[in-house]
């Protein structure tokens, strides 16, 4: 009967473990926007991009992209970290693509920073985010 209740106890709390995990779905782009080159180069792309990450993704991402903003902690996703090599290996397109497009708690920005020129900004200044 112990054993019982016991293997009981040990079900029901890995259910309940599995319950609450966060949902890890991979966020990939389309081919077709992963392959877009940026257009953007340069020191006055960086610098504007990093006056417009400043202004709408810092909240969320933190100064440094590590995703410790004053907002993450109220995000059901995790904001992701802008330093690590998984975030770095992406093509310009495919951060490009999710900035403007976003993905629940990232909002979508080709709105909000409508001349598609700034967004590849954006792109190039995360690009300085390596550790």
Request: proline share 5%; net charge positive.
């Amino acid at each position: 009967m112990k054993k019982t209740m016991l293997m009981s106890a040990v079900v029901g709390l890995s259910v309940l473990c599995f319950a609450f995990m966060p949902d890890k779905k991979p966020w990939n782009a389309p081919a077709d926007a992963a392959g877009k080159a940026n257009p953007q180069k340069g020191a006055e792309s960086i610098a504007n991009g990093k006056a417009l990450f400043a202004k709408h993704c810092q909240s969320c991402h933190g100064k440094t992209g590590m995703g410790d903003g004053t907002k993450a902690s109220e995000l059901k996703t995790e904001p992701g970290d802008f330093s690590k090599g998984a975030f770095q290996s992406q093509s310009d397109g495919s951060i490009f693509y999710k900035v403007s497009e976003g993905r629940d708690d990232m909002p979508s920005f080709k709105k909000k920073i409508t001349d598609a020129n700034d967004l590849w900004d954006v792109v190039n200044y995360v690009r300085t985010l390596k550790k």
